[in-house]
């Protein structure tokens, strides 16, 4: 089946700065998905980017399909920013298969 | 997009019993749901997938006996861990496509069972 690799597997950033979450796969996908899980289990869905690039505020998404990867930014990283940035895809089927995360922690 | 609602959000249980948890799809109608589960520092794993009106396709080395999927109408599906013990403690969160079924997912709360 498909893999998903995510990088870094965790992350600490001072508040203010910025950073790039990347997500690897392995073979072709319909579409791509960046969830946030905060502290308290909650799902946030990000972004839903098959291809291309999308921005919602400080951050914005980067998916590449031909080259099988996407980046995530975070600009200007805040505390609530903290939490699990997961990236989720499915090749067509029912199946969406989800990466090991990064685990970010921001400063204050 | 969407909105899932899952509930409850924390059980606590004796070895043994039963416990039963639902996920609504609040705005739309959602023929297919997944049921994920994610231990303590780790990703999604998904177990099974709801089919309204039908059986459930449980993922490999899933025990349909053991996690038990019932999804009776487009709006509701529900997952009964049976006999619970200490090893099926876990946080179980469920999901649905939205209204245009571009394959963009939508999660309910999540609910984190502890077997005592």
């Known amino acids: 089946g498909i893999q998903v690799e995510q990088s870094p597997p965790d992350l600490i950033l001072q508040e203010g700065a910025n950073s790039t979450l990347r997500c690897n796969f392995s073979?072709?996908?319909?579409?791509l998905q960046w969830f946030h899980q905060n502290p308290w289990g909650q799902l946030i869905n990000l972004f839903y980017?098959?291809?291309g690039t999308k921005q919602n505020g400080r951050l914005s998404a980067t998916t590449v399909a031909t080259e099988r990867y996407s980046l995530l930014y975070i600009s200007s990283s805040q505390t609530t920013d903290s939490g699990v940035y997961f990236c989720?895809?499915?090749?067509?089927?029912?199946?969406?298969?989800f990466g090991a995360g990064t685990r970010l922690f921001v400063k204050a | 997009g969407a909105v899932v609602s899952q509930h409850p959000s924390w059980v606590i249980c004796k070895s043994g019993t039963s416990v039963k948890i639902e996920c609504r799809s609040l705005?739309?109608?959602?023929?297919?749901m997944f049921w994920y589960r994610q231990f303590p520092k780790q990703s999604l794993m998904l177990m099974a997938t709801?089919?309204?009106?039908?059986?459930?396709?449980?993922e490999q080395g899933v025990e349909k006996d053991k996690f038990l999927i019932n999804h009776a109408s487009l709006t509701l599906s529900t997952l009964t861990v049976t006999s619970a013990h200490p090893e099926d403690s876990s946080f179980y969160i469920c999901?649905?496509?939205?209204?245009?079924?571009?394959?963009?997912?939508?999660f309910g709360e999540g609910s984190r069972l502890t077997v005592l």
């Open positions: 999901s649905a496509r939205g209204l245009m079924n571009t394959g963009e997912l939508f």
């Open positions: 073979d072709s996908v319909n579409n």
């Open positions: 980017i098959p291809s």
């Open positions: 989720a895809v499915n090749t067509g089927g029912f199946k969406t298969i």
């Open positions: 705005d739309f109608q959602a023929t297919t």
């Open positions: 709801s089919n309204e009106g039908s059986k459930a396709t449980y």
